[in-house]
């Protein structure tokens, strides 16, 4: 299963594994940027106050935390084409990867926000201060830090989870990964790679994540 001869061709093949190596980078730094942008904006309808706001915000959370990521990922590339709208397989994954976890970062920068004392809120309003000048300038600078430490798990769970796009061709790490193993019928040096491959991405992240957790307990 480990036999030199095996290692021996999956690295005279290893551009394959950085092709998709750079695929997974590239689509996990798009979804992320995406991700923060619906966390925070889908965070803030949650806090708003506002009616329609929050059942908009509840219901988005809700769908997307309580179904698979596969289910939503073959409905972008299965579906959409048969309504017009026809997505490659990198873009299904930049919009696929933000909006699922941007369910849950969105859950994050609530409990964040929520985190700042109310009094804080209170004295801004007293002083004049609308809803978006109060969170930009008084609340979210304060929640920044509660929210860092989990915000870079959920950057970690989508480096992850980008591996599902194997299943649409995505191009990416595992999808490359695989096809070759089954071309070439070297299966144990090929996961033990694809394995360490993710694992420099995601350990780094997993660390930080900690250190700032440690920092948010321990000022």
Known sequence: MFKIWMWERLFSDFGVFLRGFAVTVGVSVCALA??????LVVGLFRCSGNRALSAFSRGYMSFFQNTPLVVQIFFFYNVLPRLNVILSPFAVGCFGLSLYTGAFGAAVVEAAVNAVPHGQLEAATSQGFGFLRTMFHIVLPQAMKVALPPM????????????????????????RADSWASDSA???????????????????LSMAARKLEKKTRHP
Do not use: D, H, R, W
Not at 162 to 174: D, F, K, P, R, T
Not at 186 to 204: I, Q
């Open 34 to 39: 995406l991700t923060l942008v619906i966390s």
């Open 152 to 175: 870079t798990n959920q950057a970690v769970n989508l480096i992850k989870n980008s591996s599902v796009l194997a299943m649409i061709a995505g191009g990416e790490l595992m999808y």
């Open 186 to 204: 070297v299966y144990g040096p090929t996961f033990v790679v694809t394995g360490l491959l993710y694992l420099s991405l995601c350990l780094p």
